[in-house]
């Protein structure tokens, strides 16, 4: 176990529907990540805290809404998604971001998503 | 537009070789570049960090290389497993300070 846990791990929503993703880290980190991962293509990177402060919005459409209460946890709120939205949703902490060495990425087993 | 670039094509190696899995960037000079393991399902598991001004770096049967004048990262499984099957992906920062992953390159070790 990376000491990085996501719920739920599958989640199957109508377009109409409102679902949260759940992520917690017990390493004391202090960035915490979303990433988008699709079939054949590269990790995308969604959203990034440091220190519970949002430093990056990866042009996400709206309906995807982060939150971040404290250094320990990280929401990705669902409204409205459409199809396309379907993907393996992956969460990842580092101690910090952009320094060599304490940027290394622990992720999440990801939580798969099915948007009919 | 600065990017990292991995084999799309999977990698197939008989039990006991060598498998070599390649990380090329374009457009920027990472300080740094980072090597994860996935397995189908889960989430990447960091192997290994390799800096620039390093030229190789080992951590049991997995080497890295770091070449600054051809662009690219080498990574190499000596000795390999059926379980070293997964995918590999390279990652490293870019000049905005934005990480980047590589698409990946699957292996897959038959025995």
């Known amino acids: 176990e990376t000491g990085v846990t996501q719920t739920p791990r599958h989640l199957v929503m109508g377009m109409t529907n409102k679902k949260s993703l759940k992520c917690e880290q017990h390493?004391?980190?202090?960035?915490m990540y979303w990433y988008k991962q699709s079939a054949k293509k590269p990790l995308e990177l969604m959203f990034v805290y440091n220190f519970k402060e949002q430093t990056e919005n990866n042009s996400v459409p709206s309906r995807f809404s982060p939150e971040c209460p404290n250094s320990s946890h990280l929401f990705l709120h669902l409204h409205t998604l459409q199809p396309e939205d379907s993907a393996l949703y992956l969460c990842?902490?580092?101690?910090?971001?952009?320094?060599?060495?304490?940027?290394?990425?622990?992720f999440g087993p990801g939580t798969r998503l099915t948007v009919l | 537009s600065q990017k990292i670039e991995q084999n799309s094509e999977a990698l197939n190696i008989q039990e006991g070789k060598t498998a070599t899995l390649t990380c090329n960037y374009t457009n920027y000079s990472p300080a740094y570049l980072q090597w994860y393991r996935q397995d189908p399902g889960r989430g990447p598991v960091f192997l290994l960090l390799?800096?620039?001004?390093?030229k190789e770096k080992r951590k049991e049967r997995l080497k890295v290389t770091f070449d600054t004048t051809l662009k690219q990262s080498l990574f190499h499984i000596t000795a390999s497993q059926p379980a070293d099957s997964a995918t590999y992906l390279c990652a490293s920062h870019n000049q905005g300070g934005k990480l980047i992953f590589g698409q990946g390159t699957e292996l897959s070790v038959k025995p």
């Open positions: 390799i800096r620039e001004n390093e």
């Open positions: 390493l004391g980190h202090n960035a």
């Open positions: 990842a902490s580092s101690q910090d971001t952009g320094v060599v060495g304490t940027d290394t990425q622990y």
